[in-house]
């Protein structure tokens, strides 16, 4: 073995934990969202995503720019879309300045669903994260994540 090959290997076993970290967090605020709200994490991030823009120039994403924001490929962020349009908690419309371009905007009834679903989101995600603490493999990753400053860049050694 290598000196590479020690390298290799921690960073693959960091990346395992961090992957672990992220199922096991996913899978709660799922099971929370779902319970009290009928709604899936994608859903949830969908909806958080879409509240955020705002009218006028740069305001509003297009369905490229919101697949990145939910990390989905462009047709399953459509379908998604759809799904939620049916419930009708977002509606869909082309852009007047580029016919082209299509924009979502969450309905009154998606942002209520969004505001009831946030606290329970939030505590998920602290349920999560103190149970993860609790293994000695991931309290690091926890630590790293709770100590994020909204806005810093990540910094890279």
């Given at each position: 073995m290598t000196a590479t090959d020690g390298a290799v290997t921690a960073l693959s076993q960091g990346w395992c934990a961090l992957s672990l970290l992220h199922s096991?967090?996913?899978?709660?605020?799922?099971?929370?969202?779902?319970?009290?709200?009928?709604?899936?994490?994608?859903?949830?991030?969908?909806?958080?995503?879409?509240?955020?823009?705002?009218d006028g120039p740069g305001g509003h994403l297009r369905m490229n720019q919101v697949a990145d924001s939910?990390?989905?490929s462009q047709?399953?962020?459509?379908?998604?879309?759809?799904?939620?349009?049916?419930?009708?908690?977002?509606?869909?419309?082309?852009?007047d300045t580029d016919r082209r371009g299509i924009y979502t905007d969450v309905s009154r009834t998606?942002?209520?669903?969004?505001?009831?679903?946030?606290?329970?989101?939030?505590?998920?995600?602290?349920?999560?994260?103190?149970?993860?603490?609790?293994?000695?493999?991931?309290?690091?990753?926890?630590?790293a994540v709770e100590n994020i400053r909204p806005g810093a860049a990540p910094t890279r050694a």
């Open positions: 096991r967090i996913e899978a709660h605020i799922e099971r929370a969202l779902q319970a009290h709200h009928g709604l899936s994490v994608r859903e949830y991030s969908l909806l958080d995503v879409l509240s955020r823009q705002h939910v990390v989905l047709s399953a962020t459509t379908r998604l879309v759809s799904r939620l349009e049916d419930r009708g908690l977002l509606s869909r419309y082309i852009c998606g942002l209520e669903l969004l505001a009831a679903a946030r606290p329970t989101n939030d505590a998920a995600l602290r349920e999560a994260l103190d149970e993860a603490a609790r293994n000695p493999e991931l309290a690091p990753l926890v630590d």
